[in-house]
């Protein structure tokens, strides 16, 4: 049911900068704001990035978003090894009234 | 800090319901939105509705059929019930607080329900 697009993987070495994209459409990143989140193998979701470029209260500064248009992007700078994870992005669709996830992208920390 | 727990069966039956309550701590339950989000084995995540404290409710469309979100403020939990499950069914609940600008700010640990028979 994923109507935002995401790359189902993405890799990089230790100390390089990663960008994640997340497509959707006027319904719902066109209109509304986008949130991130990262899941650790074995572990709940967690929240990343709000309204898209806000960090929450202990998130690295290496982590940041962006948002233009109907696109958004996750950009994690000076990856780092516990990076590698499965990143979720987010936000609330007008013609669902609910909210719509991507499908994932799984970060591989080479 | 806030604290949610789902707590529920672990194996369901196909055709029955399954019903999983969300304990929260470390925060009223009489403020933002409450949801359930669930993820199959090895997929991404699916929002299945959330509920206000004052009990108004929103569903996905791909399940409002058989989803029924219920609260107890006294209590400080809120509950799942979704009916006539599957196979398709099987999956990690979450239960999660919803801030009003409809992100998932705070997540519990997952339960795994299986339906089988």
């Known amino acids: 049911q994923s109507v935002l697009t995401q790359p189902p993987s993405a890799s990089g070495t230790p100390g390089q900068r990663v960008t994640i994209s997340c497509s959707g459409s006027?319904?719902?990143?066109?209109?509304?704001?986008v949130n991130w989140y990262q899941q650790l193998p074995g572990t709940a979701p967690k929240l990343l990035i709000y309204?898209?470029?806000e960090r929450p209260s202990g998130v690295p500064d290496r982590f940041s978003g962006s948002k233009s248009g109907t696109s958004a992007s996750l950009a994690i700078s000076g990856l780092q090894s516990e990076d590698e994870a499965d990143y979720y992005c987010?936000?609330?669709?007008?013609?669902?009234?609910?909210?719509?996830f991507g499908g994932g992208t799984k970060l591989i920390v080479l | 800090q806030v604290y949610l727990q789902e707590s529920g069966p672990g194996l369901v039956k196909p055709s029955e319901t399954l019903s999983l309550t969300c304990t929260v701590s470390?925060?009223?339950?009489?403020?933002?939105?409450w949801s359930w989000i669930r993820q199959p084995p090895g997929k991404g995540l699916e929002w299945i509705g959330y509920?206000?404290?004052?009990?108004?409710?929103n569903y996905n469309p791909s399940l409002k059929s058989r989803v029924t979100i219920s609260i107890d403020t006294s209590k400080n939990q809120f509950s799942l019930k979704l009916s006539s499950v599957t196979a398709a069914d099987t999956a990690v609940y979450y239960c999660?607080?919803?801030?009003?600008?409809?992100?998932?700010?705070?997540w519990g640990r997952g339960t795994l329900v299986t339906v089988s028979p």
């Open positions: 999660a607080r919803t801030h009003y600008s409809k992100y998932f700010d705070y």
């Open positions: 470390g925060d009223s339950i009489g403020s933002y939105y």
């Open positions: 509920i206000y404290y004052s009990g108004s409710t």
């Open positions: 006027s319904s719902n990143i066109g209109s509304n704001t």
């Open positions: 309204s898209n470029n």
């Open positions: 987010a936000a609330w669709d007008d013609s669902l009234n609910g909210a719509l």
